[in-house]
Protein backbone atom coordinates (compact mmCIF):
# COMPACT_ATOMS: atom_id res chain seq x y z
CA UNK A 1 0.00 0.00 0.00
CA UNK A 2 1.74 3.30 -1.03
CA UNK A 3 0.64 6.24 1.15
CA UNK A 4 -0.30 9.53 -0.93
CA UNK A 5 0.96 12.79 0.22
CA UNK A 6 -2.54 14.03 2.18
CA UNK A 7 -2.01 10.67 3.92
CA UNK A 8 1.23 11.18 5.19
CA UNK A 9 -0.18 15.08 6.42
CA UNK A 10 -3.06 13.43 8.19
CA UNK A 11 -0.85 11.04 9.94
CA UNK A 12 1.32 13.78 10.84
CA UNK A 13 -1.43 15.78 12.17
CA UNK A 14 -3.01 12.92 14.26
CA UNK A 15 0.89 12.41 15.90
CA UNK A 16 1.25 15.87 16.42
CA UNK A 17 -2.12 16.32 18.24
CA UNK A 18 -1.28 13.47 20.50
CA UNK A 19 2.20 15.08 21.83
CA UNK A 20 0.31 18.22 22.12
CA UNK A 21 -2.01 16.38 24.22
CA UNK A 22 0.54 14.40 26.34
CA UNK A 23 2.28 17.97 26.84
CA UNK A 24 -0.76 19.42 27.94
CA UNK A 25 -1.57 17.00 30.43
CA UNK A 26 0.19 17.15 34.24
CA UNK A 27 -0.31 15.17 36.90
CA UNK A 28 0.25 16.61 40.44
CA UNK A 29 1.36 14.17 43.14
CA UNK A 30 -0.38 14.28 46.76
CA UNK A 31 1.22 17.13 49.08
CA UNK A 32 2.62 18.85 46.37
CA UNK A 33 1.54 22.08 44.66
CA UNK A 34 3.01 23.07 40.72
CA UNK A 35 2.51 26.19 39.50
CA UNK A 36 1.66 27.18 35.99
CA UNK A 37 3.55 30.15 34.21
CA UNK A 38 2.47 32.09 31.39
CA UNK A 39 4.97 33.05 29.16
CA UNK A 40 7.33 33.30 32.45
CA UNK A 41 4.42 34.85 34.05
CA UNK A 42 2.41 32.96 37.34
CA UNK A 43 -1.05 32.12 36.75
CA UNK A 44 -2.60 30.10 38.80
CA UNK A 45 -1.63 26.69 41.13
CA UNK A 46 -2.12 23.40 40.18
CA UNK A 47 -3.99 20.97 42.84
CA UNK A 48 -2.85 17.08 43.55
CA UNK A 49 -4.54 14.95 40.43
CA UNK A 50 -4.88 15.29 36.83
CA UNK A 51 -4.18 18.92 35.35
CA UNK A 52 -4.41 20.26 31.69
CA UNK A 53 -2.81 23.11 30.53
CA UNK A 54 -1.72 25.00 27.12
CA UNK A 55 1.12 23.59 25.42
CA UNK A 56 3.81 25.80 24.45
CA UNK A 57 2.07 28.70 26.09
CA UNK A 58 2.11 27.56 29.80
CA UNK A 59 4.62 25.44 31.50
CA UNK A 60 5.21 24.26 35.04
CA UNK A 61 7.29 26.54 37.17
CA UNK A 62 7.63 25.55 40.77
CA UNK A 63 6.64 22.29 42.27
CA UNK A 64 6.10 23.06 45.73
CA UNK A 65 6.35 20.43 48.64
CA UNK A 66 3.21 21.78 51.51
CA UNK A 67 3.59 19.41 53.73
CA UNK A 68 5.42 20.03 57.24
CA UNK A 69 9.09 19.53 56.74
CA UNK A 70 12.00 19.60 58.94
CA UNK A 71 14.54 21.81 58.69
CA UNK A 72 17.84 21.38 61.00
CA UNK A 73 19.51 24.13 62.56
CA UNK A 74 23.08 23.84 63.54
CA UNK A 75 25.01 24.39 66.30
CA UNK A 76 26.23 28.22 67.09
CA UNK A 77 27.82 29.69 69.88
CA UNK A 78 25.56 32.22 71.69
CA UNK A 79 27.18 34.82 74.59
CA UNK A 80 24.06 34.78 77.25
CA UNK A 81 23.56 38.60 78.57
CA UNK A 82 25.53 37.39 82.11
CA UNK A 83 28.81 37.24 79.56
CA UNK A 84 28.70 33.77 79.45
CA UNK A 85 29.55 31.25 76.23
CA UNK A 86 27.17 28.78 75.35
CA UNK A 87 26.66 26.66 72.54
CA UNK A 88 22.84 25.39 70.81
CA UNK A 89 20.97 23.76 68.59
CA UNK A 90 17.85 23.65 67.29
CA UNK A 91 15.18 22.14 64.64
CA UNK A 92 12.47 23.68 62.96
CA UNK A 93 9.15 22.61 61.46
CA UNK A 94 7.50 24.40 58.73
CA UNK A 95 4.79 24.15 55.96
CA UNK A 96 4.35 25.93 53.01
CA UNK A 97 0.84 27.53 52.57
CA UNK A 98 1.02 29.89 49.73
CA UNK A 99 3.16 28.42 46.84
CA UNK A 100 2.77 30.82 44.85
CA UNK A 101 4.49 33.17 47.50
CA UNK A 102 6.73 30.22 48.96
CA UNK A 103 8.42 30.15 45.01
CA UNK A 104 8.78 33.83 43.92
CA UNK A 105 8.65 35.68 47.51
CA UNK A 106 11.78 34.31 48.71
CA UNK A 107 14.66 32.29 46.88
CA UNK A 108 16.62 29.55 48.65
CA UNK A 109 14.02 28.83 50.81
CA UNK A 110 15.10 26.64 53.30
CA UNK A 111 18.18 28.42 53.65
CA UNK A 112 16.41 31.89 54.71
CA UNK A 113 14.65 29.83 56.97
CA UNK A 114 17.61 28.68 58.69
CA UNK A 115 19.43 31.82 58.84
CA UNK A 116 16.81 33.64 59.87
CA UNK A 117 15.94 30.97 62.86
CA UNK A 118 20.07 31.20 63.50
CA UNK A 119 19.43 35.14 64.22
CA UNK A 120 16.88 35.01 66.08
CA UNK A 121 18.28 32.00 68.73
CA UNK A 122 21.06 34.53 69.25
CA UNK A 123 19.15 37.08 69.72
CA UNK A 124 16.46 35.35 71.86
CA UNK A 125 18.52 34.04 74.46
CA UNK A 126 21.51 36.61 74.28
CA UNK A 127 19.14 38.45 76.15
CA UNK A 128 18.91 36.17 79.11
CA UNK A 129 20.99 34.99 82.02
CA UNK A 130 22.78 31.85 81.97
CA UNK A 131 20.56 30.67 84.94
CA UNK A 132 17.51 31.84 83.45
CA UNK A 133 18.35 30.44 79.64
CA UNK A 134 18.64 26.38 81.31
CA UNK A 135 15.34 26.67 82.90
CA UNK A 136 13.06 28.35 80.84
CA UNK A 137 13.31 26.38 77.42
CA UNK A 138 9.63 26.66 76.89
CA UNK A 139 9.76 30.02 77.37
CA UNK A 140 12.89 30.32 74.80
CA UNK A 141 10.94 27.81 72.29
CA UNK A 142 7.81 30.27 72.07
CA UNK A 143 9.58 33.15 71.69
CA UNK A 144 11.61 31.94 68.67
CA UNK A 145 8.26 30.53 67.40
CA UNK A 146 6.74 33.74 67.52
CA UNK A 147 9.15 35.60 65.90
CA UNK A 148 10.48 33.25 63.45
CA UNK A 149 6.57 32.30 62.45
CA UNK A 150 6.28 36.59 61.76
CA UNK A 151 9.20 36.87 59.79
CA UNK A 152 8.10 34.47 57.45
CA UNK A 153 4.45 35.10 56.97
CA UNK A 154 4.90 37.13 54.19
CA UNK A 155 6.39 34.20 52.05
CA UNK A 156 3.73 32.08 52.81
CA UNK A 157 5.37 29.89 54.95
CA UNK A 158 3.67 29.28 57.99
CA UNK A 159 6.62 28.04 61.34
CA UNK A 160 4.62 25.48 63.48
CA UNK A 161 7.55 24.81 66.00
CA UNK A 162 10.53 25.98 66.74
CA UNK A 163 12.65 23.51 69.62
CA UNK A 164 16.00 24.08 71.34
CA UNK A 165 17.86 20.59 71.63
CA UNK A 166 20.55 21.19 73.45
CA UNK A 167 22.58 23.81 75.03
CA UNK A 168 26.25 22.94 76.14
CA UNK A 169 28.38 25.63 78.43
CA UNK A 170 31.59 25.42 78.69
CA UNK A 171 33.31 22.02 80.86
CA UNK A 172 34.88 24.57 83.33
CA UNK A 173 31.32 27.16 83.89
CA UNK A 174 29.41 23.15 84.53
CA UNK A 175 31.98 22.69 87.48
CA UNK A 176 31.39 25.78 88.73
CA UNK A 177 27.69 25.28 88.91
CA UNK A 178 28.36 22.18 90.30
CA UNK A 179 30.06 23.57 92.99
CA UNK A 180 27.33 26.31 93.47
CA UNK A 181 24.89 23.49 93.50
CA UNK A 182 26.49 21.21 96.26
CA UNK A 183 26.94 24.79 98.32
CA UNK A 184 23.58 25.79 97.64
CA UNK A 185 22.67 22.46 98.62
CA UNK A 186 24.58 22.35 101.81
CA UNK A 187 23.29 25.83 103.06
CA UNK A 188 19.64 24.57 102.63
CA UNK A 189 20.51 21.24 104.66
CA UNK A 190 22.38 23.44 107.57
CA UNK A 191 19.15 25.49 107.55
CA UNK A 192 16.71 22.96 107.86
CA UNK A 193 19.33 21.47 110.70
CA UNK A 194 19.21 24.99 112.54
CA UNK A 195 15.66 24.77 112.30
CA UNK A 196 14.60 21.72 113.39
CA UNK A 197 16.82 22.44 116.51
CA UNK A 198 15.29 25.31 117.38
CA UNK A 199 11.95 24.01 116.90
CA UNK A 200 13.24 21.15 119.14
CA UNK A 201 14.61 23.43 122.03
CA UNK A 202 11.05 25.48 121.74
CA UNK A 203 9.23 22.47 122.15
CA UNK A 204 11.23 21.58 124.87
CA UNK A 205 10.89 24.06 126.89
CA UNK A 206 7.52 24.50 126.34
CA UNK A 207 7.22 20.90 127.94
CA UNK A 208 9.26 22.41 130.46
CA UNK A 209 6.85 24.91 130.57
CA UNK A 210 3.44 22.96 131.01
CA UNK A 211 4.93 20.51 133.35
CA UNK A 212 5.89 23.42 135.61
CA UNK A 213 2.37 24.61 134.88
CA UNK A 214 1.22 21.75 136.00
CA UNK A 215 3.06 20.95 138.79
CA UNK A 216 2.58 23.98 140.39
CA UNK A 217 -1.47 23.85 139.80
CA UNK A 218 -0.81 20.13 141.45
CA UNK A 219 1.37 21.29 144.63
CA UNK A 220 -1.50 24.70 144.30
CA UNK A 221 -4.05 21.64 144.58
CA UNK A 222 -2.52 19.45 147.03
CA UNK A 223 -1.54 22.69 149.28
CA UNK A 224 -5.19 23.59 148.90
CA UNK A 225 -6.45 20.19 150.23
CA UNK A 226 -4.19 19.64 152.87
CA UNK A 227 -5.39 23.08 154.14
CA UNK A 228 -9.23 22.21 153.89
CA UNK A 229 -7.88 18.97 155.52
CA UNK A 230 -6.08 20.99 158.41
CA UNK A 231 -9.16 23.50 158.32
CA UNK A 232 -11.69 20.48 158.85
CA UNK A 233 -9.81 19.18 161.94
CA UNK A 234 -9.08 22.25 163.47
CA UNK A 235 -12.72 22.73 163.56
CA UNK A 236 -13.11 19.19 164.78
CA UNK A 237 -10.79 19.69 167.37
CA UNK A 238 -12.70 23.42 168.07
CA UNK A 239 -16.25 20.98 168.28
CA UNK A 240 -14.47 18.36 170.66
CA UNK A 241 -13.01 21.36 173.03
CA UNK A 242 -16.44 23.44 172.96
CA UNK A 243 -17.82 19.65 174.05
CA UNK A 244 -15.43 18.99 176.67
CA UNK A 245 -16.07 23.00 177.68
CA UNK A 246 -19.65 22.25 177.50
CA UNK A 247 -19.46 19.02 179.69
CA UNK A 248 -17.45 21.00 182.27
CA UNK A 249 -19.70 23.80 182.50
CA UNK A 250 -22.64 21.13 182.94
CA UNK A 251 -20.34 19.85 185.89
CA UNK A 252 -19.10 16.23 184.34
CA UNK A 253 -15.66 16.07 185.41
CA UNK A 254 -14.59 13.02 183.80
CA UNK A 255 -14.97 14.51 180.54
CA UNK A 256 -11.76 17.25 181.45
CA UNK A 257 -10.39 13.72 182.41
CA UNK A 258 -10.89 11.86 179.33
CA UNK A 259 -9.36 14.92 177.24
CA UNK A 260 -6.41 14.96 179.40
CA UNK A 261 -5.72 11.45 179.51
CA UNK A 262 -5.77 11.54 175.91
CA UNK A 263 -3.16 14.34 175.02
CA UNK A 264 -1.54 12.54 177.75
CA UNK A 265 -1.53 9.24 175.21
CA UNK A 266 -0.65 11.35 172.28
CA UNK A 267 2.47 12.84 173.53
CA UNK A 268 3.86 9.89 175.08
CA UNK A 269 3.05 8.14 171.76
CA UNK A 270 5.11 11.20 169.85
CA UNK A 271 8.33 10.88 172.30
CA UNK A 272 8.49 7.24 171.66
CA UNK A 273 8.82 7.90 167.98
CA UNK A 274 11.94 10.39 168.55
CA UNK A 275 14.87 9.11 167.75
CA UNK A 276 17.39 11.87 169.57
CA UNK A 277 18.11 12.01 173.02
CA UNK A 278 15.49 12.62 175.33
CA UNK A 279 13.95 12.97 178.94
CA UNK A 280 10.90 11.03 179.22
CA UNK A 281 8.27 10.98 182.87
CA UNK A 282 6.92 7.63 182.73
CA UNK A 283 6.18 5.19 185.56
CA UNK A 284 9.06 2.58 186.15
CA UNK A 285 7.37 -0.19 186.60
CA UNK A 286 5.01 -2.57 184.51
CA UNK A 287 2.12 -2.39 187.18
CA UNK A 288 2.74 1.31 186.95
CA UNK A 289 2.24 1.19 183.50
CA UNK A 290 -0.75 -1.19 183.43
CA UNK A 291 -2.18 1.07 185.89
CA UNK A 292 -2.32 4.44 184.05
CA UNK A 293 -3.51 2.52 180.79
CA UNK A 294 -6.84 0.86 183.26
CA UNK A 295 -7.24 4.26 184.38
CA UNK A 296 -7.34 5.69 181.11
CA UNK A 297 -9.63 3.12 180.42
CA UNK A 298 -11.61 3.57 183.37
CA UNK A 299 -12.47 7.13 182.35
CA UNK A 300 -13.17 6.23 178.78
CA UNK A 301 -15.84 4.01 180.40
CA UNK A 302 -17.02 6.80 182.12
CA UNK A 303 -17.43 9.26 179.67
CA UNK A 304 -19.07 6.94 177.54
CA UNK A 305 -20.78 4.17 179.14
CA UNK A 306 -20.66 0.38 178.24
CA UNK A 307 -24.28 0.27 179.18
CA UNK A 308 -23.67 -2.53 182.24
CA UNK A 309 -24.33 0.18 185.52
CA UNK A 310 -22.30 1.83 187.05
CA UNK A 311 -18.20 2.08 186.23
CA UNK A 312 -15.85 2.38 189.35
CA UNK A 313 -12.75 4.42 188.82
CA UNK A 314 -9.71 2.43 189.23
CA UNK A 315 -6.86 3.94 191.56
CA UNK A 316 -3.15 3.66 189.87
CA UNK A 317 -0.92 1.58 191.53
CA UNK A 318 1.05 2.62 194.31
CA UNK A 319 4.84 3.27 193.26
CA UNK A 320 8.11 2.10 195.05
CA UNK A 321 9.43 5.52 195.59
CA UNK A 322 7.08 9.01 195.49
CA UNK A 323 8.12 10.56 192.38
CA UNK A 324 10.10 14.08 193.17
CA UNK A 325 7.38 16.14 191.60
CA UNK A 326 3.53 14.79 191.35
CA UNK A 327 1.30 16.80 188.82
CA UNK A 328 -2.34 17.15 190.62
CA UNK A 329 -5.02 17.40 187.57
CA UNK A 330 -7.23 15.16 188.84
CA UNK A 331 -7.39 11.76 190.50
CA UNK A 332 -7.83 9.46 187.31
CA UNK A 333 -4.75 10.97 185.97
CA UNK A 334 -1.76 8.66 185.99
CA UNK A 335 1.23 9.49 188.17
CA UNK A 336 4.32 10.74 186.29
CA UNK A 337 7.09 9.48 188.21
CA UNK A 338 10.56 10.83 186.50
CA UNK A 339 12.89 8.74 184.96
CA UNK A 340 16.45 9.33 182.38
CA UNK A 341 16.21 7.40 179.48
Known amino acids: MVLGGFDIVVI ?40 LITPFIERVGARMNVMEQVLDIPTQEVITKDNASVSADAVAFYQVLNP ?18 MTNIRSVMGSMDLDELLSNREVINERLLRVVDEAVGPWGIKVTRVEIKDIQPPADLVESMARQMKAEREKRAQILEAEGSRNAQILRAEGAKQAAVLQAEG ?8 AEARERLAEAE ?24 QKYTEALVEIGKATNAKIVLMPLEA ?17 FGDGS ?16 TTPAVNPAAPPLPSSET
Open 12 to 51: ALVILVILILFAGIKTVPQGYRYTVERFGRYTRTLDPGLN
Open 100 to 117: AQAAYQISNLENAIQNLT
Open 219 to 226: EREAAFRE
Open 238 to 261: ARATQFVSQAIAAGDVQAINYFVA
Open 287 to 303: SSIIGSLGGIGAIAKEV
Open 309 to 324: GPVVQPRPPASPRAPR
